[in-house]
Each structure stands twice: as structure tokens, then as C-alpha cells.
């Protein structure tokens, strides 16, 4: 009824009633009765007029649209974390803590959906929002996010914008697809995971494709192969150490190294004890001549890196991929083949290799027995290492002891004792921070990885000795008390 | 005595009370801290009190009223309520602080109070001199004639807009409008420059801005057109539009009104800061009446806003309603016990019924551009975002406030009450109940 009125006196506004003005061309209804009559010209207070009538009468006459119902969430299955946890993860989300960063915060909040997904509870629904942009954000948190959101998670990110469709439906496994068109990461994830569930498919895959493959996504899919390794897989990676490229022969000694009875390994044995022999209970080593072609093949490689001599380059390799156990030819156990001489043209070499086989063939055994040494030499790089492939028991002993000696190298130790601390790690290092006469470099790193590493039960132990120190020392600790404090509230509070 | 059966309120709305969220995060702290001492509640009316400890040899005292509610603490800090008060209020709310006779420091402060109402009240009730009254008379005078120019200085403004084209009013920018506001506020009528400001981003809201300009200025002139001629105006309307052009009507005036009683809900709030000054809208709507009303209070840079209703919660009380054509804003003219908490609010209307409602309103004051509803129904994401009633009838959302995602979340496409603001370009959310518990928008 309005809209030729409302368009006729548009057009005079928007020009201006000196260039055009407004003739009233028809009306009907409700405004008819206070606007002037059809066919007068209006001046400009006449336009607003007659313009504030169809405005008010617009309003007022507003109808009711009509449009499409979302479909409901269904129920949850999951119960709810409690009111205090859901405050606290509010309070984490929003930043809103004076004392801590945001950094920090952050952290905690992963904390919180860590613990609450392992426990199988949910994240209230005014939440997710926010832990939708979080993800959005930071990929890592994604899994636990999705864990903790529920089907509400899901139904929120399939309405919500394009940036929360990481959310809508929980990871699925790779698809066939990803093998013939996806990227080469998709495609390795793909025959990763068909070897998991199907050796004998994957194998027959990658061999099938074989011959059109470049060399650097050939390597990556061997060492996809690792999974679901076995001795059915011998034959093909053998063949493939005739391969003329360097990284396909590579990739395929890795996997034959880790292949329990397989003929490489037992030829690498052979090469290393060749090079050693014991002459009046001490090691005599002896680096080979020459890199062979049988070397070659089984993927040493020949070039050394600068500043390494040619032998010394292959000795360490050969002592490095050769199976850890083949030295109970001399002694049964790592400790009795350490404590021997070394002799001292190649022995250092022989012991450098030693360091890398426990390593790279993660034995736990050997790395406990080359740590003691490694201490005194005080290579951090290889320290590290090696307690990374320890147990975590003996590493924790470990550290706790060198707490009490060297706390700047324990603390550097501490970076791969996996959290929380097993015993009796923090209570070595509540000795520590109680001793104040003592306290030496690396002592504030302590306190750093102290805030992370500690289970909160201890959270009554450390404000204990928070109390007991002199106030200047109590100030030291307050953020280590506070974020303990905080990490032990969360943990209660999911509980 | 009073009842102590009272259920205490919820951290959410403990929450509501707190004048910014650090002081929210350092109540949190302090209620869950060890220091508390001879915290406890009751007494009339309503109070809770408690002792904690700060930084100085003696602990701070705090005090509250639970039924206007009103604070007192004695640490320094200028926050208000401040952090204690606030921990005071969590420890209660979850249920740590027992029933106990007052102890006299409280009953000294809730006296003085009484004391200080009653001679503020007789104060209010003594008759004016004479003299005060011819003062009272020119200074009203003079404000007549004042505003009088600058309704004539508008209407011409209004007339050249049109005369002259509001097409480039897009590439003016807010100059234009600032300065026929500041000649408002000279003219003393604050009211108008308010709704001239408001015009100023209209020109770049996009595509479609030719029509809502048109439509706001066309408003402007009919309000203007009202107000340069009131006495031609039914006495409701000529309230209406004297309050719209800015005029204050004393309190007095106001509390002197018929008092309307009802268990008020409070279903929505919302602060907004215009020019310095920050103003907060208390949505209330009757549960037996199913009037709603507006509680508008202001606070200049640095002072506290009255936090005495709290979002989710009812209160039986009498309002009285500011004079006008279609009646909203109102005050709180006398409270009958303490605020009890409100999970689900009502009567809750259908998309019809609010659009009723609107347009009886509408009827009565033209320019109204916000009007509370209370809507049963779905939420549905889109472009715009609708409220969708159990009948199927849909009211849009206003798209230029954003996407309210966290609403939607709670909601999860099932039924929900709605607490919003109509406006012409849609609907302003202030609230979700979803049954158990209010979401703030």
C-alpha cells in the first residue's frame, strides 16, 4: 500500500525537493487520513511528513516472517563436568586471571580439557564458543576440544561458520581417495593406516605404485611402512637396497635395522664385531678401510660430513646401526662391556657409537648405563637423548640423585621425564627449593618446569614449605604455589 | 524475624553485581581463601555480614543488604561493590555462610541507613518558599524559551536536508550531525541531540541507508513539529514527547504516581556508553501483569552504576511509571522482601502477541525504537538470525549486532525464552533461559 508513496517521496529526498518535487500519486489506507491530498505538491516539511506517516504505520504494522526450524541437537550421553570445573574453565577462556599471562591461562585451560576428557566429561554448552575459536586457532587442542564439546560441539560447528568445520564430525579414518588424489602427507597417513590394519594390502599398494614414484615420496612411504612391519616384508625391502637412489636404500635399511632376525641386521653384526676384537680384557677397535659396495647397499653412507675423517664416518655408522645385542659376544651385559678398556686409537669412536645405537634403537639398558658417563662428559645434547629412552623409573632416580649434586644439568634433564613427575623427582626437588643456603644456577629453570611437572596432589607439600621458608624466599615461590594450587583445584574439581 | 529459607543467589548472578571481570576473578579467589571469620545472615531486612582478612592489622568489615541490595566495606578500594563484598556474596551462594543473629556492627550500619532514608524523605516532603518557587518558575521559563530555538533551529535543519537532497550524506561523514547535536545540548534539549547523534552512522550503515535516513529524519521532524506546538497535544503524548525532546521529570513527580505491585522479573540487562556517559537498561516485566518495564540509571566516567537488580531474578515490589503515551521507563517506588532467583520467566509471548504489543505501543509514542519482549521459541541461525515461535511465526534478529553463536550454543535448536529488545531493524538479545539456568547475550 505505502511503497509507491515511500518511492515517490524517496526519489525527491535523495535529489532534493528544489529538483524534483514530490506529487502525492495515490494512497491508501491507515496513512490516508493525515497526508495531504492527491495531486498537491509537497514542500520539504510536507515530504517528511508524509514520510513519518508510512514510517510509524511500517512499524507498527510489522507481519510475522516465516522461515526454516534448525534441526534440534540430540541429547548428550555424557555427564557434565561440575558447576565449579565450568566456571573454571570459563575464567581460563576469557584470560581473566590478573596474575597469570595469557600464555599461561591458555595452558592451564589445555590442562583442564586434558583431564576432562580422559574422565569423559563435558564442557557446558555457553562454552564452546570459545573453545571452538580456540581450536580454531590451535590445531593440538582440537581432539580434546572435540572430546570434551560433545554432540553439541558438532551441531554448533555444522551451523556455524566455515572456520569451525574442523569440529563437525570427529576425525575420520583416511579414505581411499586420499591415495590416488591426495597430497603425498595424505597419502603416507593412508598407507600408514592400511598397514596397521592390513599388512599384506599395504605392501601389495605400495609395490603396485612403485615404479611411478618420486624418490623423496617413495622414502616416505617405506618408512610408512613401519607399521605392521614383518617378516614378510624382508624380501621387498632387500630388493629395494638395490635401489640406485641413496634415500630409497635409506629408507629401507631403517626398516630392516628394526626387523627382529632380519639378514641385514645380522650382517651389520658382522660388521661390527669384525672391527672389534678384545685383546687382555680390552677393547681394540678397528675402523674399516673401506665403504664396499655391500656397505653401500645396506645404506651407509659414504661422503662424511665435513671435519669428520672417511672412517671414522663409516666405524660410527656400522657401530650405530648394528644390533645393540650382538656385543654379548664379549659380555652379557652392557655394564660389563663398559667397564672394560678402550684402546685409544678408535675407542672414543667406538664409545660415540655406542651412545648413538641406544638412541637410535632405543634401548632403554644401555642408555641407563651411557648416561653415567655421559654426565661427566656433560654433552647436554646427548643426555637428553639418552634419558629419553629410558625407563622412567630409573630416570626419575636418576634425576632425583643429581638434584642433589648438579641441579642446572638435573633441571636439564627434566625437560623428558614424561609429567606428571614420578617419584621421587618433586620430593628431591622440594629439598632443593628448601635449602636456601644452596641455591645454585639453574634454580629458577627448576622452578619454571616445577610448575608443570608436578602432580598437584603435592600441592599441600610445596605450601608447606612455602610457609616455612624466611618471607624473602616465601616471594620466590608464590607463582610455583599459585599455579600447583590452581592445577590442583582443576583436578579437584573434575573429580 | 526474617526468613533465612531464602535460597541464596547463584554465582552467575553474583557475577551481574561485579563492576568488571578482574574483580570478579579476585572475588573468586578470595572466596575459596582461608581468612574468612563470624560471616553469617539474616536479620531485617535481609542482611549479610562478615569479616575477612586484608592486608592491614584488622580485617575489613563487610556489609549487605540482600533486599535493596546495597554495600558497605571498610577496605579502600573504590570498586563497588568491591571484591569482598563480592567473595562474601560467592561464600553464600555456595551455600558456606550460616543463618546468625546480626552482630552490632551490622545492625549499626543497616540503622544509619534507615536513618538517613527517613530524613532524605522529609527533606523531599518539605513545601517550597515562595522565593524558591518564583526561581523554580524564570529558570523554567528561560529553559522553555531556549529550547524552543533550538527546535526551530532543527526543523529548519530537517527541512534542508530534504530541500536540498540527502544523497551525499554518505561521504559527509558525522560532522554534519555533531553539530546540530551541539547546538541541541546548548539548547538544553538533550533529548534531541541524542536522536541526532543517532542519525550520525546511519549514511555508512550500507546499502539501504537512504531509506533508514529518511525514515529516522521524517521521526525527527514529526517530533519536532510536536514539540514546538505540546499544547495542542492529549496531556499523555504531550509527556511523551517532552521527555523525548530531553526534559527531566523530577523523581518525586515520578514516585508520586500511581504504584503498580508485581513480582518483577528482571530478564535483561544491557550498559552502553554514549559520550562519556555510561547508561544501564534494567528490563523488568510483571509475572502477573505482564507489563514491562525499563529502570534506566546513568553513571559519569568513574562512578559506580546501581547494581540493585539482578539479571534472573524477581523482585515483588511497586513501580511507578514516568508519565507518557505509552508507558515504560519507571522506578522502583517501594520493594516487599528480597529478591528471590528467577530461572524461568513469563509469561512468555508468542511472535504475534510481542508484535501486538509493539504496535499498541507504537501507537502511543511514534518514536519508540526499542520495546522489550519476552519470546517463546527456537533460535535459527541465518542470515538474518530469526526467533521462531511454537506457531511458526518468525521475528528477525538485527544482523549489524552480530552473530549470537554462544546464545545459539545453549539453546542447541530447542525451545528457549528469549529476553530482547524489538527495534526496527530487528531483534536485540539480551538473554537465553533455557529452563535451568539465564545466558547472557
Not at chain 1, 114 to 121: D, M, N, P, V
Not at chain 2, 120 to 134: F, I, L, M, S, V
Request: glycine content about 8%; some cysteine.
Amino acid at each position: 500500500m505505502s511503497t509507491s508513496i515511500w518511492s515517490d517521496l524517496m526519489s525527491s529526498a535523495l535529489v532534493g525537493t528544489d529538483r524534483r518535487r514530490p506529487v502525492l500519486s495515490g494512497l491508501d489506507g491507515p496513512p490516508a487520513g493525515t497526508l495531504s491530498p492527491i495531486g498537491t505538491e509537497l514542500d520539504p516539511d510536507g515530504l517528511l511528513s508524509a514520510a513519518a506517516a508510512v514510517t510509524v504505520t511500517r512499524r507498527a504494522g510489522q507481519v510475522p516472517a516465516r522461515t526454516q526450524r534448525p534441526d534440534p541437537a540430540t541429547a548428550e550421553t555424557a555427564p557434565y563436568a561440575s558447576a565449579a570445573a565450568q566456571q573454571r574453565l570459563a575464567a581460563l577462556l576469557s584470560g581473566g586471571d590478573a596474575e597469570l599471562d595469557r600464555t599461561t591461562t591458555r595452558d592451564l585451560a589445555g590442562e583442564w580439557l586434558r583431564i576432562a576428557a580422559g574422565r569423559g566429561l563435558l564442557a557446558e554448552p555457553g562454552l564452546l564458543v570459545a573453545l571452538l575459536d580456540l581450536g580454531s586457532s590451535d590445531s593440538s587442542v582440537r581432539p580434546v576440544v572435540r572430546a570434551v564439546g560433545g554432540t553439541r560441539l558438532g551441531w554448533l560447528a555444522l551451523q556455524g561458520p566455515g572456520r569451525w568445520a574442523w569440529a563437525v564430525q570427529p576425525e575420520d579414518a583416511a579414505q581411499p581417495a586420499d591415495w590416488d588424489t591426495g597430497r603425498a602427507a595424505d597419502r603416507v597417513r593412508y598407507l600408514g593406516e592400511l598397514r596397521a590394519r592390513d599388512a599384506a594390502a599395504g605392501r601389495d599398494l605400495l609395490l603396485e605404485a612403485w615404479p611411478q614414484e618420486k624418490a623423496a615420496d617413495l622414502a616416505a612411504l617405506i618408512a610408512a611402512c613401519g607399521a605392521g612391519l614383518g617378516p614378510d616384508d624382508e624380501p621387498w625391502l632387500e630388493k629395494a637396497l638395490d635401489d640406485r637412489r641413496a634415500q630409497i636404500r635409506e629408507a629401507a635399511a631403517r626398516l630392516l635395522a628394526v626387523l627382529p632376525g632380519s639378514a641385514w641386521r645380522q650382517r651389520m653384526a658382522e660388521r661390527a664385531l669384525a672391527c672389534v676384537h678384545v685383546a687382555a680384557r680390552k677393547l681394540v677397535a678397528t675402523a674399516p678401510t673401506e665403504c664396499d659396495e655391500s656397505m653401500r647397499r645396506d645404506g651407509i653412507s659414504v661422503k662424511p660430513p665435513q671435519s669428520v675423517g672417511e672412517r671414522t664416518h663409516w666405524f660410527r655408522q656400522i657401530i650405530e646401526y648394528a644390533p645393540l645385542d650382538c656385543w654379548t659376544a664379549f659380555d652379557e651385559t652392557p655394564a660389563g662391556l663398559l667397564s672394560r678398556k678402550f684402546d685409544d686409537t678408535w675407542g672414543h669412536v667406538l664409545r660415540a657409537g655406542l651412545n648413538r645405537a641406544a638412541i637410535t634403537q632405543r634401548d632403554g639398558a644401555w642408555a641407563a648405563v651411557l648416561i653415567h658417563e655421559g654426565l661427566g662428559r656433560r654433552d647436554m645434547n646427548e643426555l637428553r637423548e639418552l634419558a629419553a629412552v629410558m625407563p622412567e623409573q630409573d630416570l626419575a632416580e636418576l634425576i632425583a640423585a643429581q638434584l642433589r649434586r648438579e641441579v642446572d644439568i638435573a633441571t636439564r634433564l627434566l625437560d623428558v621425564l614424561p609429567t606428571p613427575w614420578a617419584a621421587p623427582v618433586p620430593e628431591a626437588v622440594l629439598e632443593c627449593l628448601a635449602d636456601t643456603q644452596r641455591r645454585r644456577s639453574g634454580w629458577w629453570q627448576l622452578l619454571r618446569h616445577a610448575e608443570w611437572g608436578f602432580d598437584p596432589a603435592y600441592a599441600p607439600q610445596a605450601r608447606a614449605l612455602h610457609d616455612s621458608l624466611p618471607i624473602p624466599d616465601q616471594q620466590l615461590l608464590v607463582r610455583f604455589i599459585t599455579m600447583l594450587q590452581i592445577r590442583h583445584d582443576i583436578h579437584q574439581e573434575l573429580s | 524475624m526474617s526468613e533465612p529459607t531464602e535460597p541464596p543467589w547463584t554465582a552467575e548472578q553474583v557475577q551481574g553485581l561485579a563492576p568488571d571481570a578482574s574483580s570478579f576473578a579476585a572475588a573468586r579467589k578470595l572466596a575459596g581463601a582461608s581468612g574468612w571469620s563470624a560471616t553469617g545472615h539474616g536479620g531485617t531486612p535481609l542482611g549479610l555480614w562478615g569479616l575477612c582478612k586484608g592486608s592491614g592489622s584488622t580485617p575489613y568489615q563487610i556489609c549487605v543488604d540482600l533486599v535493596e541490595p546495597a554495600y558497605r566495606c571498610s577496605c579502600p578500594s573504590r570498586k563497588f561493590p568491591c571484591k569482598h563484598a563480592l567473595a562474601l556474596l560467592l561464600r553464600w551462594s555456595s551455600g558456606q555462610v550460616a543463618a546468625e543473629e546480626p552482630p552490632q556492627w551490622m545492625t549499626e550500619w543497616t540503622t544509619s541507613r534507615e536513618a538517613r532514608a527517613e530524613k532524605k524523605a522529609q527533606q523531599a516532603a518539605a513545601p517550597r518558599t515562595e522565593a524558591q518557587e518564583r526561581a523554580a518558575q524564570r529558570r523554567a521559563d528561560k529553559r522553555a524559551e531556549s529550547v524552543a530555538a533550538g527546535i526551530a533551529e532543527l526543523r529548519t535543519w530537517l527541512s534542508d536536508q530534504v530541500r536540498h537532497g540527502i544523497a551525499g550524506l554518505d561521504q559527509a561523514g558525522y560532522r554534519p550531525f555533531e553539530q546540530v547535536a551541539a547546538r541541541l545540548v546548548d539548547a538544553q534539549a538533550p533529548g534531541l541531540a541524542g536522536a541526532v547523534r543517532r542519525l550520525a552512522p546511519v549514511p555508512s550503515s550500507g546499502p539501504g541507508w537512504e531509506q533508514r535516513l529518511l525514515g529516522e529524519l521524517s521521526l525527527l521532524h514529526l517530533l519536532a513539529g510536536a514539540a514546538a506546538n505540546p499544547e495542542a497535544l492529549p496531556e499523555d503524548l504531550a509527556a511523551t514527547v517532552h521527555s523525548r525532546v530531553g526534559q527531566a521529570v523530577p523523581t518525586e513527580q515520578v514516585l508520586a504516581g500511581a504504584p503498580v505491585r508485581d513480582r518483577w522479573q528482571v530478564v535483561g540487562t544491557r550498559d552502553d556508553t554514549e559520550d562519556k556517559l555510561t547508561s544501564r537498561r534494567v528490563w523488568l516485566r510483571g509475572r502477573d501483569t505482564g507489563r514491562p518495564a525499563l529502570v534506566l540509571s546513568f553513571a559519569m566516567p568513574g562512578q559506580a552504576l546501581p547494581v540493585d537488580l539482578v539479571l534472573g531474578t524477581e523482585l515483588d515490589a511497586e513501580l511507578t511509571y514516568y508519565p507518557g503515551a505509552a508507558p515504560l521507563r519507571a522506578l522502583v517506588a517501594a520493594r516487599h522482601g528480597a529478591p528471590a532467583p528467577c530461572p524461568a520467566p513469563g509469561p512468555a509471548q508468542t511472535v504475534a502477541q510481542a508484535l501486538d504489543e509493539v504496535g499498541a505501543a507504537l501507537a502511543g509514542d511514534p518514536w519508540l525504537f526499542q520495546w522489550p519482549v519476552l519470546l517463546r521459541g527456537v533460535l535459527a541461525p541465518g542470515s538474518p538470525w530469526h526467533l521462531i515461535d511454537p506457531d511458526g511465526d518468525a521475528l528477525p534478529l538485527d544482523p549489524a549486532l552480530g552473530e549470537p553463536w554462544r546464545l545459539a550454543a545453549v539453546a542447541g535448536g530447542h525451545e528457549i525464552t528469549l529476553a530482547a529488545e524489538w527495534g526496527p531493524a530487528g531483534l536485540r538479545p539480551l538473554a537465553v533461559y533455557d529452563g535451568t539456568e539465564v545466558v547472557r547475550a
